[in-house]
């Protein structure tokens, strides 16, 4: 059965990046794409990007570039997504999904646990 | 961008009620519209996909309807396991926005 795994938490210092991952199981990971996205109490849910791990191809939504970096490793069938200059603004669950093809149309369909990402001193 | 907007944002109701959720899409998504749904402290959940399909395993009493600017997701006879958070999201050109999620409380 398809798997995203995430780890739970990570806690960083402002300013810092981070850097969390996403390990895909029971698919052809590099035949699907892999988004990310961003949680927060105030602003919902917000997407981040997307990556083809088949090719490396990135897409990212205006506001995230600068901050977010997506890569794909195959071998391990692992996403990443790297968070750059953290601040308290940063602090989110962030999840990563596939997206799955119907027909002409897509949506993700699997969704890891989502990593929470708190940013304090 | 295109902006998705959501409503009501929260809604209280009895188990066994019908309720209907809303999106408006800023200009024509074509059917490119999935609904999550999503329990406190859990991922979201894909609900329905091309604005009218049900995901695998969802049940019936789950619809969904609409076209161009205007969908509604449906749910018929309200169970306990129904209430949570939903949301909308298109897949009409990057970015993917959602809408700002409806919560469905327990009345």
């Keep these: 059965q398809v798997q995203l795994q995430q780890p739970g938490a990570e806690l960083v210092k ?13 698919y052809t990971f590099t035949s699907y794409n892999m988004h990310w996205v ?14 083809y791990p088949g090719n490396g191809d990135t897409s990212y939504n205006q506001k995230f570039k600068g901050k977010a970096t997506l890569t794909a490793d195959k ?11 953290l601040t308290s603004e940063d602090s989110a669950v962030y999840y990563c999904a596939r997206v799955g093809y119907y027909g002409n149309f897509y949506a993700m369909d699997y969704w890891g646990q989502g990593t929470s990402v708190t940013v304090s001193s | 961008d295109i902006q998705m907007t959501q409503s009501p944002a929260s809604l209280s109701v009895s188990v066994g009620e019908t309720v209907t959720i809303t999106c408006r899409a800023s ?15 859990k991922s979201p959940q894909l609900l329905v996909y091309a604005a009218t399909n049900l995901a695998d395993g969802v049940p019936s ?27 909308c999201q298109h897949f009409w050109g990057t970015p993917y926005t959602f809408g700002g999620g409806t919560k469905l409380e327990i009345k």
Excluded at chain 1, 38 to 51: C, M, Y
Excluded at chain 1, 75 to 85: E, F, H, R
Excluded at chain 2, 27 to 41: D, F
């Design chain 1, 75 to 85: 071998s391990s069938s692992t996403a990443y997504m790297q968070l750059s200059s």
């Design chain 2, 61 to 87: 009493r789950f619809s969904g309807s609409g076209s161009g600017t205007q969908y509604s997701l449906k749910i018929n006879s309200l169970q306990s396991e129904d209430f949570g958070s939903y949301y």
């Design chain 1, 38 to 51: 961003k949680q927060t109490p105030g602003q919902g849910l917000e997407w981040i990007g997307a990556i």
């Design chain 1, 14 to 26: 402002p300013g810092a990046s981070v850097k969390m991952s996403c390990k895909a199981s029971g």
């Design chain 2, 27 to 41: 200009e024509n998504i074509y059917s490119n519209l999935a609904w999550y749904q999503q329990k406190q402290g």
